[in-house]
């Protein structure tokens, strides 16, 4: 079996969206046995300027985007002790030129940054489609950038049936793949998915298919009879594409998925070649596919959905936060256990190498459960943390090197040290 190649990165760093595999699972504990739950040591905090965006670590430096006054800004700080080492901006405006609905629930920037550590190049979009590409090692010097709304005109999302329209303009995190930046532009003309050159920002491939953009959180690499393939929430489908040489675009499957509001926010969570789509509103369900160089095929659907929490598939079982926090067996989508306590709607979860599950969710709640492998027919709450932030939690949870990094949406973010009494 072909295996996903991911360039390497230093311990336990978290250079893009889901983490080191883009997909919420690490190999670092959780703290809990040093006394690190619930968190206490409070390292530093900061106000980064709005947006749902996430941060990432890498080397010992955090990464994250904030939009005030009229301009988006680029932040690097020192993740240990939170000292800002450089910032880059550019003017903006807080929604996409396209955006529609829902403004009062977000704003300013919402794409997770890519770190391309073969060149040390950080890798940028916002809302209203500016795609950039910094070098981290000198301060942030801009290297190339461009628009996508100027260079490919994409139009404002269609409307879904009765239910209104919604556009929010930007949303997925830039894929770095070989020599690519590979990102998700939406255009009926020009391709659902372009791929630039990560030097220079030329373009390189398009897509086959040619669906709008959806509103999810970014593309995930999977492998599919042993070629390499990305998979994407677009608009209406599922869909996944090659990246082999030569086929590059090329449409392996469409499944179509297309929520009312446009809202499949939940990023397709991957396990060898099968992928677990989900969403509330009208389907209020998750599905596992098959996928194969024929399609997909559907294994199993359940009445059981994530509105905003990616799904994390570990030892056999499907975590997420979504109201509760819940597990199903990955094989039949039977319900293993859920949990008590209410998380609201926003969530992210991460798995760690103890076999525990770190979740933000809410307005700012933290907790820490067993997963499935230390209790598998209930759910066991170890810890928990409320009042974080007063603020929606959409911007994704981040471990990286036993420091805790949560952030709301309106910008502000803060640290906790997981590393506990032996630190």
């Given at each position: 079996?072909?295996?996903?190649?991911?360039?390497?990165?230093?311990?336990?760093?978290?250079?893009?969206?889901?983490g080191p595999n883009r997909n919420d699972v690490v190999t670092e504990d959780s703290g809990f046995t040093r006394g690190a739950w619930?968190?206490?040591?409070?390292?530093?905090?900061?106000?980064?300027?709005?947006?749902?965006?996430?941060?990432?670590?890498?080397?010992?430096?955090?990464?994250?985007?904030?939009?005030?006054?009229?301009?988006?800004?680029?932040?690097?700080?020192?993740?240990?002790?939170?000292?800002?080492?450089?910032?880059?901006?550019?003017?903006?405006?807080?929604?996409?030129?396209?955006?529609?609905?829902?403004?009062?629930?977000?704003?300013?920037?919402?794409?997770?940054?890519?770190?391309?550590?073969?060149?040390?190049?950080?890798?940028?979009?916002?809302?209203?489609?500016?795609?950039?590409?910094?070098?981290?090692?000198?301060?942030?010097?801009?290297?190339?950038?461009?628009?996508?709304?100027?260079?490919?005109?994409?139009?404002?999302?269609?409307?879904?049936?009765?239910?209104?329209?919604?556009?929010?303009?930007?949303?997925?995190?830039?894929?770095?793949?070989?020599?690519?930046?590979?990102?998700?532009?939406?255009?009926?003309?020009?391709?659902?998915?372009?791929?630039?050159?990560?030097?220079?920002?030329?373009?390189?491939?398009?897509?086959?298919?040619?669906?709008?953009?959806?509103?999810?959180?970014?593309?995930?690499?999977?492998?599919?009879?042993?070629?390499?393939?990305?998979?994407?929430?677009?608009?209406?489908?599922?869909?996944?594409?090659?990246?082999?040489?030569?086929?590059?675009?090329?449409?392996?499957?469409?499944?179509?998925?297309?929520?009312?509001?446009?809202?499949?926010?939940?990023?397709?969570?991957?396990?060898?070649?099968?992928?677990?789509?989900?969403?509330?509103?009208?389907?209020?369900?998750?599905?596992?596919?098959?996928?194969?160089?024929?399609?997909?095929?559907?294994?199993?659907?359940?009445?059981?959905?994530?509105?905003?929490?990616?799904?994390?598939?570990?030892?056999?079982?499907?975590?997420?936060?979504?109201?509760?926090?819940?597990?199903?067996?990955?094989?039949?989508?039977?319900?293993?256990?859920?949990?008590?306590?209410?998380?609201?709607?926003?969530?992210?979860?991460?798995?760690?190498?103890?076999?525990?599950?770190?979740?933000?969710?809410?307005?700012?709640?933290?907790?820490?459960?067993?997963?499935?492998?230390?209790?598998?027919?209930?759910?066991?709450?170890?810890?928990?943390l409320d009042g974080v932030f007063r603020s929606d939690a959409w911007p994704h949870v981040v471990l990286s090197d036993g420091l805790?990094?949560?952030?709301?949406?309106?910008?502000?973010?803060?640290c906790f040290d997981l590393r506990g009494r032996d630190k």
């Open positions: 079996m072909m295996l996903l190649r991911f360039e390497a990165v230093t311990g336990e760093d978290w250079p893009h969206w889901r619930p968190p206490k040591a409070e390292l530093w905090s900061a106000g980064l300027g709005e947006g749902s965006t996430s941060p990432i670590v890498v080397d010992g430096k955090l990464y994250t985007l904030g939009w005030s006054k009229g301009r988006d800004s680029v932040v690097c700080l020192d993740a240990a002790s939170g000292k800002e080492l450089w910032r880059q901006s550019y003017a903006c405006p807080e929604y996409g030129r396209e955006s529609d609905g829902d403004k009062g629930l977000y704003g300013g920037v919402t794409p997770t940054p890519s770190f391309d550590p073969a060149t040390g190049w950080l890798f940028t979009l916002g809302n209203d489609g500016d795609l950039y590409c910094w070098d981290a090692r000198q301060d942030g010097q801009r290297r190339w950038n461009l628009n996508l709304y100027d260079k490919y005109q994409p139009p404002m999302r269609p409307k879904v049936g009765r239910s209104g329209r919604r556009d929010y303009g930007y949303t997925t995190s830039p894929l770095v793949w070989n020599d690519w930046v590979i990102v998700e532009v939406g255009s009926p003309q020009h391709g659902n998915t372009i791929a630039f050159s990560k030097e220079t920002g030329r373009e390189v491939w398009r897509s086959q298919s040619k669906d709008h953009a959806g509103h999810s959180g970014g593309l995930v690499p999977i492998v599919v009879e042993g070629i390499p393939c990305a998979a994407i929430f677009t608009f209406a489908h599922l869909l996944v594409m090659r990246l082999d040489a030569g086929h590059e675009g090329e449409t392996v499957a469409e499944y179509p998925w297309m929520t009312s509001f446009a809202n499949s926010i939940a990023t397709p969570a991957v396990h060898e070649n099968y992928v677990l789509v989900t969403a509330a509103y009208n389907h209020e369900a998750m599905c596992k596919l098959e996928i194969t160089l024929r399609g997909a095929r559907k294994v199993w659907e359940v009445e059981e959905s994530s509105g905003v929490c990616s799904p994390v598939i570990h030892k056999g079982s499907i975590y997420w936060a979504s109201r509760n926090l819940r597990c199903l067996d990955f094989e039949t989508g039977r319900v293993r256990w859920k949990g008590d306590k209410n998380l609201g709607s926003p969530g992210s979860c991460i798995v760690t190498g103890d076999d525990r599950i770190i979740v933000w969710a809410g307005r700012g709640e933290l907790l820490l459960a067993e997963t499935a492998v230390r209790s598998p027919a209930r759910c066991t709450e170890l810890a928990s805790l990094f949560c952030k709301e949406r309106n910008g502000a973010i803060k």
